[in-house]
């Protein structure tokens, strides 16, 4: 699960694996050795990944399926945060896009009647 998710974060930033590991200060063959899984790396340098990309050491290792971000706008969802609020705090997107406020408001919506049918 590791590979797979240093080439997604990579590639979720727009980096390639040189400009990557340049910014991570490693070598472009040790970060392509993670990525394809011939290396693993140790825990200082899984926090370092971790900390580059904001996401928790369970995100990394697949242990989560939530990065820090996500897990911040659910807390944050959960707190009824105003959507005004919500919209300064994060960038909401989706495939790429900019959500629009009405999007907002449907996915909110959607949340709560999660939440009413428990």
């Given at each position: 699960?590791?590979?797979?998710?240093?080439?997604?974060?990579?590639?979720e930033?727009g980096?390639?694996?040189?400009e990557?590991?340049?910014?991570?200060?490693?070598?472009?063959?040790?970060?392509?050795n993670?990525?394809?899984?011939?290396?693993?790396?140790?825990?200082?340098?899984?926090?370092?990944?971790?900390?580059?990309y904001?996401?928790?050491l369970?995100?990394?290792?697949?242990?989560?399926?939530?990065?820090?971000?996500?897990?911040?706008?659910?807390?944050?969802?959960?707190?009824?945060?105003?959507?005004e609020?919500?919209?300064?705090?994060y960038?909401?997107?989706?495939?790429?896009?900019?959500?629009?406020?009405?999007?907002?408001?449907?996915?909110?919506?959607?949340?709560?009647?999660?939440?009413?049918?428990?």
């Amino acid at each position: 699960m590791l590979k797979e998710r240093l080439k997604q974060l990579r590639k979720e930033k727009g980096l390639s694996q040189y400009e990557a590991a340049k910014k991570l200060d490693f070598s472009r063959g040790k970060l392509a050795n993670y990525e394809q899984g011939t290396r693993e790396p140790d825990y200082d340098t899984l926090e370092k990944i971790a900390d580059f990309y904001d996401c928790s050491l369970d995100y990394l290792l697949g242990r989560s399926d939530l990065t820090n971000n996500e897990e911040d706008f659910i807390h944050d969802l959960q707190n009824d945060f105003s959507l005004e609020e919500l919209q300064k705090k994060y960038s909401l997107t989706v495939d790429g896009k900019t959500a629009t406020e009405e999007e907002i408001k449907a996915a909110i919506t959607f949340i709560r009647s999660l939440r009413d049918m428990k």
